[in-house]
């Protein structure tokens, strides 16, 4: 019989890598610790260390990894950054110019009316207190003047995306600016008819909506047609208003037996009024609800008309 060689473990192998990950995919924080990571020399060791005094001044810090391999702190803006160049580490304070640095520790971008920066060569000796003082007042800084606000990390991106996203989107304006909202009954879609009227239009939808409450308390409100109704159960609609581009159209249904009949329209019932956004006589068209609201109204197959 014979017999099938068995393979045999070659102790030398080296157990499968875990797939390393895309730095597409990575956060911030990080590529820092990528970067620091492959830095095995004494430039390194200050770029951690740089990097722990200040998460130990300002734990709220935000990192960013910006311009292709730069670490950058911010807080209400970006106030610092640091880089491992060949011979050096370089600290660059985005505001520096307006610090206080009584122990002179900057030595680079002196002549400047901006950023200050703190050149490190290997050997160099910084007194580490120090150091931190001037981290807090360019974090202080930041907390007390309007600087221009980074526009954050990747995964602050991530999650205003996010937000976007989960965010309702708003109603497509159909001709004439009419808010596209989709039939539903109750106040919330009229609200939201209301809230998409453009410019002035809206102010006027709103004053409408609470004359029309106002002036009828027991009022049924609905969206049909892209447009607010207002109705009384058992009788019907009796207004409703519609967006046009100069104007917002006010429909009564039953106009023609209003008292006086509004100007608008040749139906043989509705009449209308048209609303700028300087025009509306609230005396009037609440006479004109009063009317309505006791008149048989529109009946559809939602609201029982008699």
Request: no cysteine.
């Amino acid at each position: 019989m014979t017999k099938t060689p068995s393979k045999k473990s070659n102790p030398a192998a080296k157990p499968p890598r875990e797939p390393s990950k895309s730095p597409d995919l990575m956060g911030a924080s990080e590529r820092i610790d990528r970067h620091i990571a492959g830095l095995t020399d004494w430039r390194g060791e200050w770029m951690a260390e740089i990097r722990r005094i200040v998460h130990e001044v300002d734990p709220g810090v935000v990192e960013e990894w910006k311009w292709k391999g730069t670490p950058v702190w911010s807080h209400e803006g970006m106030y610092a950054h640091a880089n491992a160049f060949k011979d050096k580490v370089k600290i660059t304070f985005l505001h520096g110019a307006q610090l206080r640095d009584p122990k002179k520790l900057f030595n680079n971008g002196l002549d400047g009316n901006k950023w200050r920066a703190i050149d490190i060569y290997q050997g160099d000796k910084i007194n580490k207190t120090d150091l931190k003082a001037l981290f807090r007042e360019a974090m202080a800084y930041n907390t007390t003047h309007s600087v221009p606000k980074s526009k954050g990390s990747r995964e602050s991106l991530l999650k205003k995306t996010e937000a976007k996203k989960s965010a309702p989107k708003k109603p497509k304006l159909l001709s004439g600016g009419n808010p596209q909202i989709a039939k539903a009954e109750g106040d919330a879609p009229v609200q939201a008819y209301i809230d998409a009227m453009p410019g002035w239009k809206s102010d006027v939808g709103r004053r409408l909506d609470a004359l029309i409450m106002k002036t009828v308390p027991k009022a049924r409100k609905a969206v049909k047609w892209n447009s607010p109704f207002y109705g009384i159960d058992g009788q019907g609609w009796f207004v409703s208003f519609h967006t046009f581009t100069k104007a917002v159209k006010v429909t009564f249904f039953q106009g023609t037996s209003l008292n006086p009949v509004p100007p608008g329209g040749q139906a043989k019932e509705a009449r209308w009024i048209d609303v700028h956004e300087d025009d509306l006589d609230e005396a009037q068209l609440k006479k004109w609800l009063k009317q309505a609201a006791k008149l048989p109204g529109w009946a559809t197959s939602d609201i029982a008309g008699s």
